[in-house]
Nanobody, 126 residues
Framework: VQLQASGGGLVQAGGSLRLSCAAS????????MGWFRQPPEKEREFVAA???????????DYLDSVKGRFTISRDNAKNTVYLQMNSLKPEDTAVYSC?????????????????WGQGTLVTVSS
């Protein structure tokens, strides 16, 4: 699968952005999807994840510091996963990347994902 992330930009603190990650290739609905970010001079960290559909619903998970501010969602008909980011803070500044795997995600670590899109830069000014 190929992933293409977009939607980054410069925003003031308190503002919002919506990131999109479009997938092509194998059926999108079968992938577990995740968003990661890499702040300047720091290591990549998990931000949010959404599972492939279970019996009736999706499961989501978030980095503690973004809970209540960020929302991950997916539209299988459009082969796209989204990250809605509200109440942005300067510490959210990072390169954001989307990732996908057909496997099982247990710990939310980067090495559990098989496919990566290029990053999109989010800069939050104070």
């Amino acid at each position: 699968v190929q992933l293409q992330a977009s939607g980054g930009g410069l925003v003031q603190a308190g503002g919002s952005l919506r990131l999109s990650c479009a997938a092509s290739g194998r059926p999108f609905s079968g992938y577990n999807m995740g968003w990661f970010r890499q702040p300047p001079e720091k290591e990549r960290e998990f931000v949010a994840a959404i599972t492939r559909r279970g019996s009736s619903t999706y499961y989501v998970d978030y980095l503690d510091s973004v809970k209540g501010r960020f929302t991950i969602s997916r539209d299988n008909a459009k082969n796209t996963v989204y990250l809605q980011m509200n109440s942005l803070k300067p510490e959210d500044t990072a390169v954001y990347s989307c990732a996908a795997t057909f496997g099982t995600v247990v710990h939310g670590t980067p090495n559990e994902y098989d496919y990566w899109g290029q990053g999109t830069l989010v800069t939050v000014s104070s």
